[in-house]
């Protein structure tokens, strides 16, 4: 008996030591958070047990059987409260059905009736430590084992509904060790003089009924004979202190395990989550490395296919180039590009990418397919056969067998208008994303920009043929085609003075028939040479100019001298580079034909007007200078302003008679251009003074 | 007493303790009417009825657990002209009869307000019916302890104690199950507790100060009554002396407890969730009070001659 009493002791210790430490490592077991109230059952119930066991080798009537007594009847109904409290705590970890509300309703009148009988039983002459042993069990150690019992099932449903096998099996051990405990220990109770424990043989009552020290006994009935010590003893052939020590142990065993097992599956799931994480991260990071290098991808197409398009690429090598590059870069099959016809009638298919080729498609064909029409007036669509099989994707890929499985197309707009679209698609299930639309968009505008830029040179080279061809026969006009009707004249007047035989005459009119001819030769010389000079990548501005100021020195017989004061080639837009040389060229050919200079000098400089830089060019001649009555317009001065007016800059002409011609003309740098309102600088120049 | 003995007070106390919640239920049915509809009213009470006919069923068949043969306990019916016990049986099928009738019409039938009124009514009389043939019972002149006009009040104030103490239980059960069931109208439940609370602990502690003058002025006449009498007396102040005390104690904690509830609960100090543990336990101590006060009632009886 005595081990008995001490290995269950030692159970209910390890128990409760066991929970203590579990406690302080701050397991994240839902039972942890209950573990203080099994901590201080596991030792209440090992000092109970402990004092039976000395209770056994003491003498009756001593001090330290008092003290024993005392100690076991304070720490007993207190082993049974924690219990209590363990089990009700343990019960509701988990929320209860609604129902289980109306418990309260039920027990409180059985409850009460039980209260009233135990408080009864206080009365009857007994030892007190009796009636406090047989009620701590029936009042704490029976609901509390059974709510326990009852919540460490629960538990184990809930652990097995979250896969955690071995946790559920020990909490499925640990309620069926409470709910037999309950029985054991919470039914089971020592010899009393009153109901349900055997109250009809007082004697044992008083002799030792903790223990079972005087089992002549043998009068049971009823069901209240099996909650007797003796009763147990008889049936079973070991006292209920050996069965108390069982339950004691499997208690302390699942406890023990649960919770060792709890920390083990809870450190390998930690495990695994950390490792899913590093996995992730290690994701991200290349997600992020993949995402930067598509992004750098992307961008330099971008500039490729912009730089393409200002070094005045073939817009069709250039629509091709974006199609391949899209392709590529979207990881497509097919890239489809269809421009509406001249007259805004059909869509016409204007080139393809696929794995195999890029090309126009000659000639343009039809495009019938609704989904492309449907997607123009939307604006973009993501097309799938999964979401809707009855989309026809077929036509979206021209000369193709294979059915797309997925499509994205972007409309083309240009100043608002739809001009055709752009279409994606796989012939594989891989989703056409958010992000692929949006680089699909992307590569729409630059379509567009590169159309658009193509209209826009072919219109510029139009109106600058136009205008070259109207400068030349102006020039035939003014020059050429008069010294021709000129001739004309004096061969017939030639003619007329040989029928006469007027020698002297005919020398005279050779004479100025070969000057007529001199300057005809002189104005022809110029405008080839003119037509010569060009501005190019190769020759910069500076170069072409003092080139051309040369070879007008030679055919002209004047004097040139060329100055050039700028570190580097001037920062001028193409258009005012090109409106910067006509001037140039206008004012040297009006000092060959009017201001009979014998020199001319060329200056190039910088110059600020406001917040803006400027390049300045002067020519200055030694010439006649501007005579009374001569108009500005004769010597295309108006149309010289107006190349300045066109693109922001000032023409300034300073001249007096016998004193030579200053012509100033400020160019506004690019710069400039993006800093100063255009429109300020029209007003201000506006107010300008000319002088004549 | 033997454990057979005990389920006779079960059954007087259940009684008293159905008939007192049908009563105060009712009375807050009444003074309900003007500030909440009909259908609500039936909606807020459908259940806490629900729980007072089984409970009354349950007392019935604790009844039958004290008799030799429970089978033919319908026998004793045939005796309703000269037997209390006979009275006593035919009143409480009556009270069942109607207290399922009441709770079946508030579950099944919606409407019929006035019926259900009259049905609740009724039920309450045959009630009090019932436990005024049980005291008669007791009024033998064998039994001086019990042959007082005392004994059927203190029946009578049981039943009312008991019903004050049982009808908040009831009510926050009521409101805790639907507002975990998520269901509307729980704010009608909590308004009902909020204005019940405070007259139902006054009425509890008025109860508990009448119910202790009745017990001090039953002591009075045991001390001037017969030998018989004064036995019974004697095993009160002193065998039975401290379940006395203890049944004193416990019924002024729970009226107490009910009434400091009452007033923490208006200044805030304790949610409307937190409601039923006090209540419950309030009520569990002056159940526990009751059963004892029952419990000394059958022990201090002396009979008068063989």
Not at chain 1, 140 to 168: M, N, T
Not at chain 1, 412 to 437: C, H, S, V, Y
Not at chain 2, 61 to 67: I, P, S, V, W, Y
Not at chain 2, 85 to 106: D, H, K, Q, T, V
């Given at each position: ?471 030349i026969a102006r020039d035939m006009h003014d020059g050429l085609a008069q010294i021709l009707g000129y001739m004309n004249l004096q061969v017939q007047t030639l003619n007329a003075l040989l029928k006469r035989g007027d020698q002297e005459s005919m020398a005279g009119e050779l004479e100025q028939m070969r000057k007529a001819v001199k300057v005809a030769n002189a104005d022809i010389r110029e405008n080839i040479l003119s037509l010569r000079t060009t501005l190019s990548n190769d020759k910069g501005l500076a170069s072409s100019m003092e080139e051309y100021l040369y070879e007008f020195g030679i055919q ?137 | ?293 029952r419990f000394l009632f059958y022990a201090i009886h002396v009979k008068v001659g063989i």
């Amino acid at each position: 008996m005595t081990l008995i009493f001490f290995l269950n002791g030692l159970a209910f210790g390890g128990l409760g030591l066991a929970s203590f430490l579990q406690d302080r490592q701050g397991s994240e077991f839902p039972l942890s958070k209950h573990l203080r109230w099994l901590t201080a059952f596991g030792i209440a119930c090992a000092l109970t047990s402990w004092a039976d066991m000395f209770l056994v080798n003491t003498e009756p009537g001593t001090f330290l059987t008092v003290f024993l007594n005392i100690t076991r009847t304070i720490f007993q109904p207190l082993s049974g409260l924690f219990l209590l409290k363990f089990g009700w705590d343990l019960l509701r970890d988990i929320p209860l059905p609604p129902w289980t509300i109306f418990l309260p309703g039920v027990v409180i009148v059985p409850l009460a009736y039980v209260l009233t009988y135990a408080a009864t039983n206080f009365i009857t002459p007994s030892p007190l430590e009796i009636p406090i042993d047989i009620w701590s069990r029936y009042l704490f150690y029976l609901p509390g084992s059974i709510l326990a019992g009852i919540g460490f099932l629960r538990h184990w449903y809930v652990h097995r509904e979250k896969g955690q096998a071995d946790v559920a099996k020990l909490m499925f051990g640990a309620g069926f060790a409470f709910l037999f405990e309950a029985i054991i220990v919470g039914l089971v109770v020592p010899a009393a003089p009153y109901a349900p424990s055997s109250y009809y043989i007082y004697n044992r009552v008083v002799n030792n009924a903790f223990t079972v020290q005087n089992p002549s006994i043998s009068a049971f009935s009823g069901f209240s004979g099996w909650l007797d010590y003796q009763r147990v003893l008889e049936v079973t052939g070991l006292p209920i202190q050996f069965w108390r020590m069982l339950t004691s142990f499997a208690v302390t065993f699942f406890l023990v395990r649960a919770l060792d097992v709890f920390e083990t599956t809870r450190k390998r799931q930690l495990l695994k989550i950390m490792n899913e994480r590093d996995q992730a991260k290690e994701s991200a990071y290349l997600g992020q490395v993949t995402a930067r290098k598509t992004a750098e991808k992307w961008t330099e197409t971008l500039v490729t296919i912009n730089r393409r398009i200002i070094q005045f690429d073939d817009v069709d090598a250039i629509l091709l180039y974006i199609l391949d590059q899209a392709r590529n870069l979207l990881a497509t099959d097919f890239i489809g590009l269809a421009l509406y016809n001249e007259g805004d009638t059909e869509l016409e298919l204007k080139c393809i990418s696929t794995n195999n080729r890029s090309n126009l498609v000659e000639p343009p064909s039809p495009i019938k397919s609704a989904v492309v029409q449907r997607a123009i007036q939307r604006g973009s669509a993501v097309l799938t056969s999964k979401s809707d099989s009855s989309l026809n994707l077929t036509g979206l890929v021209d000369g193709f067998n294979t059915k797309v499985q997925e499509a994205g197309i972007v409309r083309l707009e240009m100043e608002g208008r739809p001009i055709g679209a752009l279409w994606a698609a796989r012939f594989e299930k891989n989703p056409i994303t958010q992000t692929d639309m949006v680089w699909l968009e992307c590569m729409a505008d630059q379509v567009v920009i590169a159309i658009q830029h193509a209209l826009m040179t072919s219109q510029l080279q139009s109106l600058s043929i136009s205008e070259e061809r109207a400068r030349i026969a102006r020039d035939m006009h003014d020059g050429l085609a008069q010294i021709l009707g000129y001739m004309n004249l004096q061969v017939q007047t030639l003619n007329a003075l040989l029928k006469r035989g007027d020698q002297e005459s005919m020398a005279g009119e050779l004479e100025q028939m070969r000057k007529a001819v001199k300057v005809a030769n002189a104005d022809i010389r110029e405008n080839i040479l003119s037509l010569r000079t060009t501005l190019s990548n190769d020759k910069g501005l500076a170069s072409s100019m003092e080139e051309y100021l040369y070879e007008f020195g030679i055919q002209t017989g004047i004097e040139t001298s060329f100055e050039y004061e700028l570190e580097k080639e001037p920062n001028l837009s193409s258009i005012t580079e090109v409106q910067m040389v006509c001037i140039f060229q206008e004012s040297l050919a009006n000092v060959r034909k009017h201001s009979q200079a014998k020199h001319v000098d060329v200056r190039i400089s910088n110059s600020k007007e406001g917040n803006g830089d400027f390049v300045l060019m002067q020519i200055k001649d030694d010439g006649i200078g501007i005579q009374q009555g001569q108009t500005s317009k004769q010597f295309g001065i108006t149309t010289m302003k107006e190349r300045a007016d066109s693109v922001g800059g000032i023409l300034e002409i300073q001249s007096q008679p016998g004193k030579g011609t200053s012509i100033d003309c400020m160019l506004p740098c690019l710069e400039s251009m993006k800093f100063r309102n255009s429109q300020t600088l029209f007003q201000s120049r506006s107010t300008f003074p000319i002088h004549m | 007493m033997n454990i057979r003995e005990w389920t006779l007070p079960v059954y007087t106390i259940l009684t008293q303790l159905s008939t007192g919640a049908l009563l105060f239920i009712m009375i807050i049915r009444l003074l309900r009417r003007k500030t909440l509809s009909q259908e609500d009213i039936d909606y807020s009470t459908q259940i806490p009825i629900l729980i007072i006919f089984i409970t009354v069923i349950l007392a019935i068949g604790f009844a039958h657990l004290h008799l030799s043969k429970p089978f033919l306990s319908f026998t004793a019916l045939r005796n309703l002209a000269t037997s209390w016990l006979s009275r006593e049986l035919f009143f409480n099928l009556i009270y069942i009869l109607l207290i399922g009738a009441l709770s079946g019409a508030l579950w099944f039938y919606k409407g019929h307000f006035t019926l259900k009124t009259i049905l609740g009514w009724l039920a309450i009389l045959a009630g009090f019916g019932t436990e005024y043939c049980m005291a008669r019972i007791y009024m033998i002149p064998s039994q001086p302890a019990w042959n007082t006009f005392l004994t059927p009040l203190s029946f009578f104030f049981t039943t009312l104690i008991l019903g004050v103490m049982t009808v908040p239980v009831l009510m926050m059960m009521d409101l805790i199950f639907k507002k975990s069931l998520s269901l509307e109208k729980t704010s009608i439940h909590i308004r009902q507790v909020t204005s019940s609370l405070n007259w139902l602990s006054i009425l509890a502690i008025i109860f508990s100060i009448c119910m202790s003058i009745l017990i001090f002025y039953q002591t009075a006449i045991l001390f001037g009554g017969s030998p018989a009498a004064q036995t019974s007396l004697l095993l009160l102040t002193e065998i039975y002396k401290p379940l006395f005390i203890l049944r004193l104690l416990l019924m002024f904690i729970g009226t107490g407890w009910l009434g400091i509830t009452s007033i923490q609960y208006y200044r805030g100090k304790i949610l409307v969730e937190n409601l039923l543990t006090h209540v419950f336990t309030a009520c569990l101590l002056v159940l526990v009070a009751e059963i004892l006060g029952r419990f000394l009632f059958y022990a201090i009886h002396v009979k008068v001659g063989i």
